[in-house]
C-alpha cells in the first residue's frame, strides 16, 4: 500500500472520467434490475416510520454542512513552466540526480503523456544530444477553501509547490490569480491570496480535538475535475503519523478522498473545517477508504503565522533526540509502556542542555501536558509561546523530578548533519577489538580517523566492527560502523569495559545499549526472545 497527495494532474481527467462514468451505468442497471424483481415493500410500521426519522435527520444534517461550506470551497489550478535541464540531466540548483534522472526522485513528466516514457528510460530518452534541454510544462487542479473574506484561502503546500501560475475558480465561477502564497512543507500547509474579490463567504476552522472516534464528517472538493463533489464517512483514526509532513499528526477517515481534493476542507456537521485532505493509502491510487487530513487545531497555529509579515512558522525546541517507550525499554527503565518520552541525546548549546536534561531521561509532562509519543512532545514543544520558562517532570533514574526549561527558536539548520560518502567509509578497525559471542557482536576503540569520517567527532564510545548475520545484534539492527556508548546506564570508552558491562548484564533479562548511528542516538535492548 502507497501513500499518494492528491493533486490532479488534467491529462489523465478524460480516461478517468471516462471509466467511471461507464462503471457507474452498469452498476444503475444491475440495481434497477434487482428492484424490479425483488419483493414487495414492507409496508410502514412505528418502527420503520421512527428509522426514516433517524435516516431524514441525518441527511437533513448533511444537507445544512454542505450548503454552510460549499460556498466556500474553490479549484486551484496551477501552471509550471517548461524548465532548462542541463545536459547531465539535472535542472539549474536542483541538487543530485536519482538513478532515473529525476531530481529528487520526482518524475519530471509526471501527468504527461511523456510519463511512462521517462519511467522506462529515464532523462536519457530526452537528451537526443549534449545541448541543454527542457522539461515540458506541467498543469495541475486541486481544492482549497476561503478561510477570511478577504480572500485569504486555505490549502496544501503540495497543491501549489512549485507552480509558476496559481488560478484561483471560486464556486460562483469567477477566476482570480493567485498571489502572496505562503508555505510550511513540514506541515504540508500553504495559504493563497486573491485580490478584487467581493462578496465572499468565509468558512469557520472548528475544533479538531473534539473529535471522537466514530464521528460523522464529510470531505469536500474536486476529485477528478468534478467540481463541489461532497462525499461522507466518519473519522475512523486520530493522530497518525504517514510520512505526508514531518510535523503533522493526521486525522484518519472513510470519507471518499481521491485526485483533486488535495487541499479541500473536511468538515463536521456544523460545517466547520475540523482538517484539509491531504493524502489518502491506496494499493492502486484511487481511494480505498483511508484518507488522512491535517487537523484544524494545528492549522489554527499555523495559519496566523504564514498570514503575518514574515510568512515564517517559528517553532519552539529542545534540541534532544527522542524515542518511543517500547515495551522492551519499559522493562529496562522500569516503566509502563507507554510511560513518557525517553531521551536519547542531548545535542549542546540547546534549550535541553541549558535546562539539565540527559541521555536515559524520561520526560513525563510537558507544560502540563502529558506526553506518550514523540510526535506528542514534538507537537507541544513547538507550540510553546518563544522565550518562556516551561516545566517538564522527568523521571530519572526511577526518581521524579522537575526541570525548567526556557523556549527558544528551532534554529533553521538544526538537525542537518553531512551524510557519509560511501567511498569514503572507514575500513576495519586496526585497534585491538572484543567480541561478545552472547550478542553476537565485535567492538573496538574508535580511532581520531574513524570519529571524523564517521561523524563521531566529539562522542566516546566503542565501535562495532562486525556483526555475526545470526545474533541477537543483527535482529536490533546493530551494523558495521556504529558507535556503542553505553551498556545499561554505564559509559563505555574501550572494549574491556565493554566487555564488564555487558557480563553484569544477564541477556535472559535484557542488555541495554545506547547506540549512534548516522542518524542520531537510540535505544536498543539485546534479548532471547
Known amino acids: 500500500m502507497t501513500l499518494h497527495q492528491f493533486t490532479k494532474r488534467r491529462s489523465l481527467l478524460g480516461t478517468g472520467i471516462l471509466t467511471l462514468a461507464v462503471a457507474s451505468g452498469g452498476l444503475l442497471w444491475r440495481e434497477a434490475h434487482t428492484v424490479a424483481q425483488g419483493p414487495a415493500i414492507v409496508p410502514n410500521t412505528p418502527a420503520n416510520a421512527e428509522a ?20 466556500t470551497v474553490v479549484t486551484i489550478e496551477t501552471s509550471t513552466k ?15 540526480l536519482n538513478p532515473r534522472g529525476g531530481a529528487g526522485g520526482e518524475n519530471p513528466f509526471k501527468g504527461t503523456p511523456f510519463e511512462e516514457f521517462f519511467n522506462q528510460h529515464g532523462m536519457e530518452g530526452f537528451r537526443g544530444g549534449d545541448g541543454p534541454q527542457r522539461s515540458p510544462r506541467s498543469d495541475g487542479a486541486g481544492s482549497g477553501v476561503i478561510i477570511d473574506k478577504s480572500g485569504v484561502i486555505l490549502t496544501n503546500n503540495h497543491v501549489v509547490r512549485g507552480a509558476d501560475v496559481v488560478t ?31 462578496d465572499l463567504k468565509a468558512a469557520k476552522l472548528g475544533d ?36 505526508a509532513a514531518q510535523r503533522a499528526n493526521f486525522l484518519q477517515t472513510d470519507a471518499a478522498i481521491n485526485p483533486g481534493n488535495s487541499g479541500g476542507p473536511l468538515v463536521n456537521l456544523d460545517g466547520e473545517i475540523i482538517g484539509i485532505n491531504t493524502a489518502i493509502a491506496s494499493n492502486g491510487g484511487g481511494n480505498d477508504g483511508i484518507g488522512f487530513a491535517v487537523p484544524s487545531s494545528l492549522a489554527k497555529w499555523i495559519v496566523p ?6 510568512g515564517a512558522v517559528e517553532r519552539a525546541y529542545l534540541g534532544v533526540g527522542i524515542e518511543q517507550m517500547n515495551s522492551e525499554l519499559a522493562g529496562k527503565f522500569g516503566v509502563q509502556r507507554g510511560t513518557g518520552v525517553l531521551i536519547t541525546e542531548v545535542h549542546p548549546n540547546t534549550p535541553a542542555a541549558d535546562a539539565g536534561l540527559k541521555e536515559g531521561d ?11 509519543t514523540p510526535r506528542e512532545l514534538q507537537e507541544v514543544v513547538e507550540r510553546t509561546v518563544l522565550n518562556t520558562k516551561q516545566k517538564a517532570n522527568v523521571l530519572r533514574d526511577g526518581k521524579s523530578i522537575v526541570v525548567e526549561v526556557t523556549a527558544r527558536a528551532l534554529p533553521k539548520d538544526f538537525g542537518r548533519t553531512a551524510r557519509l ?47 555475526d548475520p545470526e545474533s541477537l545484534a543483527q535482529e536490533a539492527g546493530l551494523r558495521e560502523g556504529m558507535l556503542i ?20 548484564q544477564p541477556v535472559a533479562d535484557g542488555v541495554l545499549l545506547l547506540v549512534r548511528t548516522a542518524n542520531g542516538n537510540r535505544y536498543v535492548v539485546l534479548k532471547n526472545k
Open 305 to 310: 503565522q504564514l498570514m503575518s509579515k514574515s
Open 362 to 372: 524520561i520526560i513525563l509532562d510537558y507544560n502540563g501536558v502529558k506526553v506518550h
Open 421 to 467: 560518502d560511501p567511498a569514503e567509509e572507514p575500513g576495519p578497525s586496526k585497534n585491538e577489538s572484543v567480541a561478545s559471542k552472547e550478542l553476537g557482536v565485535e567492538v573496538a576503540k574508535m580511532g581520531a580517523d574513524e570519529a571524523k569520517q564517521l561523524g563521531f567527532e566529539g562522542y566516546k564510545g566503542v565501535l562495532i566492527t562486525n556483526v
Open 168 to 198: 484561483v475558480r471560486l464556486a460562483d465561477g469567477r477566476e482570480f490569480k493567485g498571489v502572496d502564497i505562503k508555505t510550511d512543507p513540514q506541515t504540508d500547509l500553504a495559504i493563497v491570496r486573491i485580490e478584487g474579490a467581493e
Open 52 to 71: 426514516k426519522s433517524h435516516a431524514n435527520g441525518l441527511s437533513h444534517a448533511f444537507r445544512s454542512a454542505a450548503t454552510t461550506i460549499l460556498p
Open 485 to 504: 556508548r553505553k551498556v545499561g546506564q554505564q559509559d563505555v570508552t574501550s572494549p574491556e569495559e565493554f566487555q564488564a558491562a555487558v557480563e553484569k
Open 208 to 243: 479538531s480535538d473534539s473529535l471522537e472516534i466514530g464521528d460523522w464528517v464529510i470531505a469536500v472538493g474536486n476529485p477528478f475535475g468534478l467540481e463541489q463533489t461532497v462525499s461522507a464517512g466518519i473519522i475512523s483514526g486520530k493522530g497518525r503519523s504517514i510520512g
Open 82 to 96: 517548461a524548465k532548462v535541464v542541463r545536459s547531465d540531466g539535472r535542472r539549474p540548483n536542483m541538487g543530485p
